[in-house]
Nanobody
Framework: QVQVVESGGGAVQAGGSLRLSCQISGLVFTDYGVGWYRQAPGKKREAVSCFDWGVSGQPRYAGFVKGRFTISKDNAMRTLYLQMNNLTPEDTALYYC???????????????????????WGQGTQVTVSS
């Protein structure tokens, strides 16, 4: 059974930092492109950052990240991270971790993959940034 579990969200003031984690079990971690999406109230789900499938791969970032966020992963621990610095109220959202079989980060971040036998979503972790 595949499990995707996010953690690390919370409430911070503008300019603060948070580190999100996503533990993925039940699949071969390096066979999957992995990444982060977010959804703010009343808005569509949007990509934040994604990694290619494989051992390493190039990270991809949405334009609004502007050097503030860093995605990383620990293949041995099957864990994906998102270090977020210099947070603004516009970053307030529910942040989701997603894994999709055999895709590059550019594909994963181009559109939210549907829930299927080849893609998996977590339940999300809330990030709230106050001004």
């Amino acid at each position: 059974q595949v499990q995707v579990v996010e953690s690390g969200g919370g409430a911070v003031q503008a300019g603060g930092s948070l580190r999100l984690s996503c533990q993925i079990s039940g699949l071969v971690f390096t066979d999957y492109g992995v990444g982060w999406y977010r959804q703010a109230p009343g808005k569509k789900r949007e990509a934040v950052s994604c990694f290619d499938w494989g051992v390493s791969g190039q990270p991809r970032y949405a334009g609004f990240v502007k050097g503030r966020f860093t995605i990383s992963k620990d293949n041995a621990m099957r864990t994906l991270y998102l270090q977020m610095n210099n947070l603004t109220p516009e970053d307030t959202a529910l942040y989701y971790c997603v894994a999709e079989y055999g895709v590059f980060g550019s594909t994963l971040c181009a559109r939210p993959p549907p829930v299927s036998g080849k893609s998996y979503w977590g339940q999300g972790t809330q990030v709230t940034v106050s001004s």
